[in-house]
């Protein structure tokens, strides 16, 4: 008896450990309701995501690292350089002959090596140094590089961005008007079966529903194709959901566009840039001039080289050896010319970036202002297109205008919501491009 009641309480509790792993896996899976919805992303967010992806901008980031261990290894040359040789040679004796080497650049039989050299150019005539400038230069340069590329890469974002917002809001408009098609269509269909509204009345409404539709479709494409363009910048899966915060809202605050002054083009990175070719391209002139002077190199040399290992033959050796170049057909005239054909070159290319910097710059502040204009004038639009429209629809119910009117008047409506639209897009844009003009 007491048997049957010890096994009757083991399956009592076996049952309930297995009830309540399993309320403990079913309370480990999360609720459809419990999972938070992704937050839309900032443009500040969406450019912090492309500078972490594979761009030019990491290309570019790469090349001014290894210019600045350029720099480290010019530097390291002006000093200079240690060395620990320690080696052993052996050479067969000729025939008959037990103390003579078998060839003759050998110092005997057995040969050991064991020297601490130190060894340097000594810079006379400024070659190491100007190497060291030149290299310098090219640091400053690929600096100036990485930031004409992470710029660039900023405009690509916000371009990306806010043609997706474009895209948006006008597949919300073409929404927006199918629906108030649809709703003229089935008004445009109860007037005609009460005899209030002509056959043609349906046919027309019936056209332009399909028109809005098509509409429809269209933006709903562009839309798609802006999101993969945004999603491509920020490193994000195509089949990935993309949600971005909504900039076009609310019309921006007026900006003083007396801020934004001509000098301030001189802050752009591309006159860094010019700079820094330059000063290079006179480091490579000096260079060459370099190779027509004489050099002088030195050399210590302390331990044995001796045919026993025995280090009380130890001994010192000092080396100088001087190169002077006598004749070598032109070639560091004919280098030192071409860099300073190079330094014009870099001097014209400046002078013509100037007068297209300043052509930006005039030409983005002017849209910024004209576009600024075009918001104001489109928000007004807008409110006296939707109140004709009303108008309109109330003026057809009551027999006093024809279908067309309505028509021309949802088209009206449709229109100048996406003008208002496309100035803030154009604002927004020429914004961008203005403060690049002006090197912010």
């Known amino acids: 008896m007491q048997t049957r009641q010890l096994l009757a309480l083991a399956a009592l509790l076996f049952l309930i450990s297995l009830s309540a792993r399993a309320q403990n896996r079913t309370a480990s899976i999360p609720s459809p309701s419990a999972v938070t919805e992704q937050e839309p992303l900032s443009l500040q967010q969406c450019i912090e995501l492309a500078l972490r992806q594979a761009s030019p901008l990491q290309q570019a980031k790469t090349e001014e690292a290894i210019a600045r261990e350029e720099v480290s290894q010019a530097r390291a040359a002006l000093l200079p350089r240690f060395d620990y040789i320690n080696s052993y040679i052996h050479t067969s004796p000729l025939p008959g002959l037990p103390g003579v080497p078998s ?19 000594v810079d006379m005539f400024g070659r190491q140094r100007y190497n060291l400038r030149k290299a310098e230069a090219e640091k400053l340069a690929s600096g100036a590089r990485s930031q004409i590329a992470e710029r660039q890469l900023r405009l690509a974002v916000k371009e990306a961005y806010y043609g997706l917002l474009l ?17 003229f269509l089935k008004l445009t269909q109860l007037l005609q079966e009460k005899g209030e ?10 056209i332009a529903r399909s028109i809005r539709k098509q509409e429809r479709d269209k933006a709903e494409a562009q839309q798609v194709s802006a999101e993969n363009d945004l999603k491509s910048l920020i490193g994000r899966q195509m089949t990935d959901e993309l949600k971005i915060v909504d900039l076009f809202d609310h019309a921006p605050e007026k900006i003083d566009f007396s801020q934004f002054t001509e000098a301030m083009i001189r802050r752009r990175p591309e006159f860094s840039l010019f700079a820094a070719s330059e ?26 080289d001796d045919s026993r290992f025995l280090l009380t033959h130890r001994g010192l050796a000092v080396t100088i050896s001087i190169r002077i170049p006598l004749f070598e057909w032109g070639i560091s005239k004919s280098r030192e010319r071409q860099a300073s054909l190079r330094m014009q070159q870099v001097e014209l290319e400046r002078e013509m970036a100037n007068r297209q910097f300043l052509s930006q710059y005039y030409s983005s502040r002017r849209a910024s202002e004209l576009a600024q204009e075009r ?64 090197g912010r």
């Open 103 to 121: 060839f003759i650049p050998a110092n005997g039989i057995n040969e050991y090596v064991n020297l601490l050299t130190v060894t340097q150019e």
């Open 167 to 183: 895209a948006q809001w006008n597949r919300r408009i073409a929404e927006r008007a199918l629906e108030e098609a649809d709703s």
């Open 279 to 304: 000063s290079s391209l006179l480091q490579q002139a000096r260079l060459a001039r370099t190779e027509r002077r004489p050099q002088v190199s030195y050399s210590f040399s302390f331990g044995f």
């Open 375 to 438: 918001i104001r004038e489109a928000q007004e639009n807008v409110r006296r297109a939707t109140a004709s429209l009303d108008l309109s629809k109330k003026r057809y119910q009551a027999g006093e205008a024809t279908i067309l009117e309505v028509v021309d008047s949802q088209n009206s409506k449709a229109a100048a919501e996406l003008a208002y639209i496309a100035a803030l897009f154009d604002y927004y844009i020429a914004q961008s491009r203005l403060e690049i003009a002006t």
């Open 197 to 206: 509204a002509a056959k043609a009345d349906v046919l027309r409404a019936e």
